[in-house]
């Protein structure tokens, strides 16, 4: 079979070039696309530390690195919780929440071209497309977890 007629060297083709996409532009601002991503993430109120690298699919310890860089940049500061002390929330400083914009502002111009082009009616079935995607490979690691099992 040829690559191209893979799910995968689609999704995995497109996905590249808007990396790309996005680390020229967050390059301009001193950001890569990974750390627009983390500043996106974090609540006005604080993040706990633990919930960024799940909703990114980072690993804790390349997440852990990049707060430090954030935080030497100050950009994010971290402080303990009031009422659990084993719980470490993260909060943008000024400077961040203008970092957080930019890449904000990078997403939402990028969405709107898709959406002038593509059109919303194409892009709801492309949705719907990859939860199923999503909901057929999560189903797959389930099953072959409990087979190691």
């Known amino acids: 079979m040829k690559a191209e007629k893979t799910v995968d060297y689609h999704i995995k083709t497109v996905w590249?070039?808007?990396?790309r996409m996005y680390?020229?532009?967050?390059?301009?601002?001193?950001?890569?696309?990974?750390v627009g991503?983390?500043?996106?993430?974090?609540?006005?109120?604080g993040t706990p530390a633990t919930k960024i690298a799940p909703l990114l699919g980072l690993e804790p310890r390349s997440l852990t690195r990049m707060l430090k860089t954030l935080?030497?940049?100050g950009w994010i500061y971290r402080k303990m919780d009031e009422y659990d002390k084993r719980v470490v929330n993260v909060f943008?400083?000024?400077?961040?929440?203008?970092k957080r914009d930019v890449a904000r502002q990078g997403v939402l111009r990028f969405n709107s071209v898709l959406y002038q082009r593509i059109?919303?009616?194409k892009l709801q079935v492309f949705f719907d497309t990859m939860r199923e995607i999503q909901r057929l490979?999560?189903?797959?690691?389930?099953?072959?977890?409990?087979?190691?099992n």
């Open 92 to 98: 943008l400083t000024e400077e961040g929440k203008l």
């Open 71 to 73: 935080e030497e940049k």
């Open 23 to 34: 680390n020229t532009n967050a390059a301009k601002s001193d950001m890569s696309m990974a």
């Open 137 to 148: 490979v999560d189903a797959e690691n389930n099953s072959l977890r409990a087979e190691s």
């Open 37 to 45: 991503y983390v500043l996106l993430n974090i609540d006005k109120n």
């Open 119 to 121: 059109g919303e009616e």
């Open 16 to 19: 590249y070039a808007i990396s």
